[in-house]
T-cell receptor, first 111, second 114 residues
Framework: RKEVEQDPGPFNVPEGATVAFNCTYSNSASQSFFWYRQDCRKEPKLLMSVYSSGNEDGRFTAQLNRASQYISLLIRDSKLSDSATYLCVLNTWGGGNKLTFGTGTQLKVEL | GAGVSQSPRYKVAKRGQDVALRCDPISGHVSLFWYQQALGQGPEFLTYFQNEAQLDKSGLPSDRFFAERPEGSVSTLKIQRTQQEDSAVYLC????????????FGPGTRLTVL
């Protein structure tokens, strides 16, 4: 079983739609969690960190459920420019701050 | 300011050739990471340096892979006797020291082994 599991998609949604991505992880010792965005043939870039209390950044909301080992990302009012691959990422400190990535979920926002 | 840079951006090698991939981290970032990203997959950890010390090389797939950072700045990932399965994008990232600091990624080197 992979340490981080994501639905690879693609998710094809119309502009303005709300879309949600989910991710599960298997290592209960994982200590910090992130969503990264990766555009086609580009490097991953940090989108947002994920906290148990939930956090919001504009149209983006992230949530962590430690008991269920589950992370989510909600994108409201999606834009064409949101089209990308969204990577669920965790960090288990003690491993030198190395990041463990999911396979990524591809989002395509269409007119 | 300057981000992480990597060179070459693209490399084509014949099977059996040795290759060397370079990473220039952000100035002042003592932590440096190498990741391998195969097509359609997320990046996978290869190795980690803090300054010149290689603290974790658990992700290196075989003894054909070797990384160094002799002066605690620029790093080189070397792959000896390349195989087709080594074809991937090799990403370098750097960060400030300590837990939970954001890692900044370079543009990667796309290696194709024929």
């Amino acid at each position: 079983r992979k340490e981080v599991e994501q639905d690879p998609g693609p998710f094809n949604v119309p502009e303005g739609a709300t879309v949600a991505f989910n991710c599960t992880y298997s290592n209960s010792a994982s200590q910090s969690f992130f969503w990264y965005r990766q555009d086609c043939r580009k490097e991953p870039k940090l989108l947002m960190s994920v906290y148990s209390s939930g956090n919001e950044d504009g149209r983006f909301t992230a949530q962590l459920n430690r008991a269920s080992q589950y992370i989510s990302l909600l994108i409201r009012d999606s834009k064409l420019s949101d089209s990308a691959t969204y990577l669920c990422v965790l960090n288990t400190w003690g491993g030198g701050n190395k990041l463990t990535f999911g396979t990524g979920t591809q989002l395509k926002v269409e007119l | 300011g300057a981000g992480v840079s990597q060179s070459p951006r693209y490399k084509v090698a014949k099977r059996g050739q040795d290759v060397a991939l370079r990473c220039d981290p952000i100035s002042g970032h003592v932590s440096l990471f190498w990741y391998q990203q195969a097509l359609g997959q997320g990046p996978e950890f290869l190795t980690y340096f803090q300054n010149e010390a290689q603290l974790d090389k658990s992700g290196l797939p075989s003894d054909r892979f070797f990384a160094e950072r002799p002066e605690g700045s620029v790093s080189t990932l070397k792959i000896q006797r390349t195989q087709q399965e080594d074809s991937a994008v090799y990403l370098c990232a750097s960060s400030l020291p300590g837990a939970y600091n954001e890692q900044f990624f370079g543009p990667g080197t796309r290696l194709t082994v024929l």
